[in-house]
């Protein structure tokens, strides 16, 4: 009776700690994985439409394009003068478009990178970054994402992922290690699960990897921007020291040689100083991009290159051979990427128009498979 008994008190002992069949724990949702992108620029940022001309900017009709092309995701860019006016309220048409694109991009099979790229408090290339500065700017942008959050959470997490800011720009790298700390723990404790993208300060360089600090967490991924070298990717751009410039650039090789450069008007020289005699080509693009790759690899963290393009003013035979270059590193090293842009005469692989730009399209397409 007494082993009898015994046996009875474990039995029932097992049974009280046993999880029952309806309580066993839920699979963890599958981390989104980023492949290969394109950018919608121009459609909720850096743009003056509004109304139709912006909801149509972008249709239905890019998204089967993007996807047919080979691409697995898109990454939007969003404005917060695009998204809410000045004391906070959503610009409900704007919600709705971008809800349109991520909605269009599930449906043909694609992910969506949600990206806040400027913010009324911080433009990159602004000489004024109240963000930097203004305690109450701060609060205001973690609380755009609060907001942000409450209008895309119930997206599947496998499918869309969240990119805290485009390009910060801060003199002490540690205000913006110290703003993501803030903004990612208030995103996290929204959305468990959810894949954060952070980018490197200073225009999110390769260069300045180094100095940013990550959150421990394993669903975020690293991001930089590749736009090297300068001179060739924004030859003769109406918004940076280039577009006056009328000199040569060379891809591969070195880029302006010494005699070219001692050649010029000292105008001319200026926006070029800093590529004078200097060489280029794939080997020397990999070391620029080391840092990133180290960080990446000591931390176990996807990394991914959420920019890179070459400006529709560069000689035409380099400006593919850079394309050409900068998709074979990404494949070798594991880089997940998205062009700038999809849409644009400036960057684009199609036009204002919609008609595709063959040259450049076609180099993608090589890189995607689908040509």
């Known amino acids: 009776?007494?082993?009898l008994f015994a046996a009875s008190i474990v039995a029932?002992?097992?049974l009280a700690v046993a999880p029952l069949p309806s309580a066993q724990a839920a699979e963890p949702p599958q981390q989104l994985i980023l492949g290969t992108g394109t950018n919608l620029a121009h459609w909720l940022s850096?743009?003056?439409?509004?109304?139709a001309e912006r909801r149509n900017f972008i249709t239905e009709q890019d998204i089967a394009d993007i996807a047919e092309l080979g691409f697995d995701?898109?990454?939007i860019p969003i404005d917060e003068m695009q998204m809410w006016d000045?004391?906070?309220?959503?610009?409900?048409?704007?919600?709705a478009t971008l809800h349109d694109g991520i909605r269009w991009s599930l449906d043909h099979g694609l992910k969506v990178l949600i990206d806040l790229h400027i913010l009324r408090s911080h433009h990159f290339n602004a000489e004024e970054k109240p963000l930097w500065t203004d305690p109450a700017e701060q609060v205001r942008f973690?609380?755009?994402?609060?907001?942000?959050?409450?209008?895309?959470?119930?997206?599947p997490v496998d499918r869309v992922a969240y990119e805290l800011m485009n390009e910060p720009v801060a003199d002490d790298p540690d205000d913006w290690n110290r703003l993501v700390a803030r903004a990612f723990a208030a995103v996290r404790e929204l959305e468990p699960e959810r894949s954060i993208v952070i980018g490197s300060n200073m225009w999110q360089g390769a260069e300045t990897f180094d100095d940013l600090e990550v959150p421990n967490d394993p669903r975020i991924i690293l991001s930089y921007h590749f736009y090297e070298?300068?001179?060739?990717?924004h030859y003769q751009a109406g918004w940076t020291d280039l577009k006056d410039y009328a000199g040569p650039v060379r891809y591969p090789g070195v880029i302006v040689t010494q005699d070219e450069y001692e050649a010029m008007s000292a105008e001319q020289q200026a926006p070029v100083e800093r590529f004078a005699g200097r060489e280029f080509n794939r080997?020397?693009?990999?070391?620029?991009?080391e840092k990133p790759l180290r960080k990446a690899r000591e931390l176990g963290l996807p990394l991914y290159c959420g920019e890179f393009g070459v400006f529709e003013n560069a000689p035409a035979a380099d400006r593919l051979r850079w394309y050409r270059d900068i998709l074979a590193i990404f494949e070798e090293q594991g880089v997940s990427w998205a062009n700038w842009n999809w849409k644009s005469d400036q960057f684009g692989l199609v036009g204002l128009d919609g008609e595709p730009i063959p040259a450049v399209r076609d180099v993608f397409a090589e890189a995607l498979g689908s040509e």
Not at 46 to 51: A, E, K, L, N, P
């Open 73 to 75: 995701h898109v990454r």
């Open 86 to 95: 000045e004391q906070g309220k959503r610009d409900e048409d704007a919600f």
């Open 1 to 3: 009776m007494t082993r």
């Open 283 to 289: 080997e020397v693009l990999v070391e620029m991009m």
């Open 229 to 233: 070298p300068f001179a060739l990717t």
């Open 12 to 14: 029932l002992l097992t």
């Open 46 to 51: 850096q743009t003056r439409r509004q109304g």
């Open 142 to 155: 973690i609380d755009l994402w609060r907001d942000l959050s409450a209008a895309l959470r119930d997206y």
